[in-house]
């Protein structure tokens, strides 16, 4: 069983990713709160390349911004 972070290596996997499951440390782990219906907000983890795609994160236009990409 692979127990390392997809994106960095290291081998402190903290949570995956909420899109593509990839296991992720804390240090690569995007936090992000979605919103899901009315007033309903569900925390959710991303990897860096989920996080600022618009087809896995309703707000992947701010981590674009945010992360320069
Ligand atoms: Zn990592
Ligand atoms: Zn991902």
Partial sequence: MNQACGVCGRDTVFTTCADCRMQLCDR??????LAEGCG????????????SNPLANPNAIFWQMKEGK
Avoid at 41 to 48: S, T
Wanted: with cysteine.
């Fill in 28 to 33: 690569c782990a995007r936090f992000e709160l």
């Fill in 40 to 51: 309903t907000v569900v925390p959710a983890y991303f990897c860096p390349s989920c996080v």
